[in-house]
């Protein structure tokens, strides 16, 4: 009974180790892990909080063309936006048809296709006189951006801002143009 005791009690020590060791390993493996968490969530944390930090073209507005240089006629003007993906940073360059409408006002169209995502042009094809042309597929628009044909939706729109002479583009949205 003495023996069978000893040899208990001896046992106790190594098992206390091998645990010790397995809980190391578990602490280190979960420290990394959180330190490694902690490095994807806090830059999130910091655009959650902090607007300044928010990916530009949430709300933004970019200075694209002076009023004056806008009349009836769709032109196409290009801009450059600067966008903030996460940690990666780059310049894109945007193209918007913008133009005025039967009571003055300018707005702005998207020249992405709302088929498959090419791009249309002001009055490329004979058959569709004064409307946007899709080369891929055919599609056409009316100047207010309306679909024609083939394309599920009208064109998509800028948010189009005013100030000191200028035309300022935002955000694209769907069209508030076309009247149904
Ligand atoms: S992408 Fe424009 S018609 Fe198909």
């Known amino acids: 009974m ?3 005791h000893n040899k208990h009690s001896s046992e106790k020590p190594i098992t ?5 060791r397995r809980q190391f390993l578990s602490y280190t493996l979960g420290g990394t892990g959180a330190f ?3 490095g994807i ?12 930090l928010q990916p530009s073209g949430e709300g933004t507005f ?4 002076e009023e004056s240089k806008i009349t009836n006629e769709p032109k196409s003007f290009k801009f450059q936006i600067h966008q ?3 940690w990666y940073e780059s310049d894109i360059e945007l193209e918007a048809w913008i133009m005025k409408d039967d009571k003055g006002d300018i707005y702005a169209l998207s020249p992405v296709c709302k088929h498959l995502g090419c791009t249309v042009n002001w009055n490329a094809d ?4 004064n409307q946007f042309f899709c080369p891929c597929h055919e599609a056409h628009y009316t100047k207010d951006g309306k679909n024609m044909a083939v394309a599920p939706a009208p064109l998509d729109e800028y948010k189009v801002k005013l100030e000191n002479g200028f035309v300022y583009l935002g955000k694209v949205q769907p069209n508030q143009h076309v009247t149904k």
Not at 16 to 20: C, D, G, K
Not at 126 to 129: A, F, L, S, V
């Open 41 to 52: 969530t806090i830059p999130m944390i910091r655009f959650a909080v902090d607007p300044m």
């Open 126 to 129: 004979p058959r569709y006189p």
């Open 16 to 20: 206390r180790r091998e645990m010790s």
């Open 2 to 4: 003495h023996d069978a």
């Open 62 to 65: 970019v200075k694209v063309v």
């Open 84 to 86: 903030v993906d996460g």
């Open 36 to 38: 490694m968490a902690a």
